[in-house]
């Protein structure tokens, strides 16, 4: 006995589809005849563009610069057309596949829909007339597929942009905002749901990269607040975004091609550098490292000193371990000062010293027996005093015999330079 046609196929027009339109009534109605006549792979097919032209109708009315903003992460083609005249026009060069990754991360498209599209399209390479298989489709995977997309897509009403995170950006990206107005949308900010969140995320890192008003003035008002509520693995994106743009400068296309600065200076604003990866960090650490020697080896250059640890102290202690060796020595050789004395630099580094752990307080030990730049200036008392004082505090926060020895062995040879 043939299980009844559902809904969506029997009677697509019906009220409890509200959000289906005259393209995809005829689709599902070819997909109907098609599956009465027994050609039940073609008429997977039919069901498979009438969701495809439902998900490109929702992402337009959702909004498309949100699209957009998470189509950059997407392989495949996701350029969208603004300027074509029909639906098919304006979608020609984005692949369905990244148009429904995209939907469901816009929250557009549940995962229980997402599967039964993944599933068709599994169906579509594997199991259609033009691919030979022992695994055909028949008459009940259409039916529990388009049970599965009438429940989970169709009967979904269209996104009002008015209730959405797409009505909270329109006037970010586009108006001057009053400290009243900014209060209204920073409570909406407050009310989003986790998906929401990510979605405004990625928005907002792309208006920071584009650097134009007022929407760059707006986005240091909202981007710290998404910034609060969002996940370490989204907070990492921005620190990526960072690396790309210093490996691969000619990704940057905004005007001013400083998109990596403007990055650079939310992350120290929001205490985020620690979310850059290794290699794009270490080069920034160096850089800062090399500030403070070039302030160490100036006459009178104590002021300069601790403008330099300030850069430091804002970056916060987050030194990769390949460049471990390069920023310590610096700090050593600032901390510990000259014949004369030292600056307030050291106030400022201190946090480099109380975030280590016990195989990097090791690492730091031999940097001040062992290396020439730290070690410079401790055959003068001032120097070698410090020096001594902090191989002492560093002794501290150990708790293993053999490692209390280690420093003590260490603190005797800094007295013997």
Not at 56 to 67: H, K, Q
Not at 203 to 230: H, M, Q, T, Y
Request: proline fraction near 4%.
């Amino acid at each position: 006995m043939t299980p009844s046609l559902p809904a969506l196929l029997a009677s697509p027009a019906a009220a409890s589809f509200p959000a289906i339109v005259d393209r995809e009534i005829v689709q599902l109605g070819q997909a109907r005849k098609l599956f009465e006549a027994g050609f039940y792979d073609h008429s997977l097919l039919e069901i498979w563009n009438a969701a495809v032209h439902n998900l490109r109708r929702r992402c337009e009315a959702y909004g498309m610069d949100l699209f957009e903003s998470v189509a950059k992460d997407e392989s495949g083609r996701r350029k969208y057309s603004k300027d074509g005249d029909t639906l098919s026009e304006r979608w020609s060069g984005v692949d369905d596949l990244v148009l429904i990754s995209c939907c469901a991360k816009l929250g557009l498209l549940n995962k229980k829909a997402g599967k039964a599209l993944e599933m068709i399209n599994w169906m579509r390479n594997h199991a259609s007339p033009a691919h030979d298989s022992d695994s055909k489709v028949d008459d009940s995977d259409v039916i529990a597929l388009a049970l599965l997309l009438q429940q989970n897509l169709f009967a979904s009403p269209l996104p009002d942009p008015g209730h959405s995170v797409s009505g909270l950006f329109d006037p970010i990206k586009s108006s001057k905002l009053d400290p009243d107005q900014c209060s209204i949308l920073l409570d909406q900010v407050a009310a989003l749901g986790a998906a929401d969140i990510k979605v405004a995320f990625g928005f907002l890192l792309d208006l920071l990269c584009k650097g134009e008003e007022p929407a760059l003035a707006n986005s240091g008002v909202f981007f710290p607040a998404v910034w609060g509520r969002s996940s370490e693995d989204l907070k990492k994106t921005a620190g990526l975004r960072y690396q790309t743009y210093k490996v691969s400068p000619q990704e940057d296309t905004s005007s001013d091609s400083s998109a990596a600065t403007r990055i650079l200076d939310f992350l120290t604003a929001v205490e985020g550098i620690k979310y850059i990866p290794d290699g794009a960090r270490a080069a920034l650490y160096r850089h800062a490292a090399k500030a403070l020697a070039t302030a160490k080896d100036t006459s009178y250059g104590w002021a300069q000193e601790s403008d330099a640890a300030r850069t430091l102290e804002q970056f916060g202690p987050y030194v990769p371990g390949t460049a471990f060796a390069d920023v310590y020595q610096e700090i050593v050789a600032v901390w510990c000062g000259n014949h004369w004395g030292r600056s307030g630099a050291h106030t400022h580094l201190l946090p480099f010293i109380d975030s280590l752990n016990t195989t990097q307080i090791r690492q730091l030990v031999d940097i001040i027996v062992n290396s020439e730049r730290a070690n410079a200036e401790l055959f003068q008392a001032r120097p070698k005093e410090h020096a001594v004082n902090l191989l002492n505090y560093l002794k501290s926060k150990v708790v293993i015999q053999a490692h209390v020895t280690e420093i003590d062995n260490a603190i005797a040879a800094v007295r013997a330079m």
